[in-house]
T-cell receptor, first 116, second 114 residues
Framework: AQKITQTQPGMFVQEKEAVTLDCTYD???????LFWYKQPSSGEMIFLIY??????QNATEGRYSLNFQKARKSANLVISASQLGDSAMYFC?????????????FGAGTTVTVRA | NAGVTQTPKFQVLKTGQSMTLQCAQD?????MSWYRQDPGMGLRLIHY???????DQGEVPNGYNVSRSTTEDFPLRLLSAAPSQTSVYFC?????????????FGDGTRLSIL
């Protein structure tokens, strides 16, 4: 079964607007971590934001915030005030606990294109 | 601040050839992983290591070997290259303990098998 599901292959957003990228996950672990990575066209993987399964507050990092709904097993990324440089592929990932050897599983990714 | 260094950045091989993709990290991370990235499939785990002398298989290990003789290095070997192994390969590292540890990635190796 897929551990991470990203249902939006591609999205367009107008510059200065906000965009939400969907991510749902599946795990039986109580302790896990959720991560978002950005991959620009140059190809490198850039870590953006982290949410722990026990965190009560939604994570925020600058213009990035994570809408964490534990009961629904979703961890959506919100990018506010989009910039042209935000055009990239975005990956949701989950790191499970010791029973899974702390392995990191990725979704298929969402391509975001920011329009001027 | 080198982080995770992968070499080479690009490589073209013929079917049946062998080669080693190099990965080195200077952050004293125990945990290292190899992923392959194919269009529409995200990153898939090939092999990983939780420390020197310890390796294990990930989701797609067939056709690849790894070894971990030092904390710093984690090479990936293609034994007999096949066109299905055409992909972008990423090496990553992190501290082992804790689900809150982000993995740090190298810049990737783009591999084409003809």
């Amino acid at each position: 079964a897929q551990k991470i599901t990203q249902t939006q292959p591609g999205m367009f957003v107008q510059e200065k607007e906000a965009v939400t990228l969907d991510c749902t996950y599946d795990t039986s672990d109580q302790s896990y971590g959720l991560f978002w990575y950005k991959q620009p066209s140059s190809g490198e993987m850039i870590f953006l934001i982290y949410q722990g399964s026990y965190d009560e507050q939604n994570a925020t990092e600058g213009r990035y915030s994570l809408n964490f709904q534990k009961a629904r097993k979703s961890a959506n990324l919100v990018i506010s005030a989009s910039q042209l440089g935000d055009s990239a592929m975005y990956f949701c990932a989950m790191r499970e606990g010791p029973s899974n050897d702390y392995k990191l599983s990725f979704g298929a990714g969402t391509t975001v294109t920011v329009r001027a | 601040n080198a982080g995770v260094t992968q070499t080479p950045k690009f490589q073209v091989l013929k079917t049946g050839q062998s080669m080693t993709l190099q990965c080195a990290q200077d952050m004293n991370h125990e945990y290292m992983s190899w992923y392959r990235q194919d269009p529409g499939m995200g990153l898939r785990l090939i092999h990983y290591s939780v420390g020197a002398g310890i390796t294990d298989q990930g989701e797609v290990p067939n056709g690849y070997n790894v070894s971990r003789s030092t904390t710093e290095d984690f090479p990936l070997r293609l034994l007999s290259a096949a066109p299905s192994q055409t992909s972008v390969y990423f090496c990553a590292s992190s501290y082992r303990q804790g689900t809150n540890q982000p993995q740090h990635f190298g810049d990737g190796t783009r591999l084409s098998i003809l």
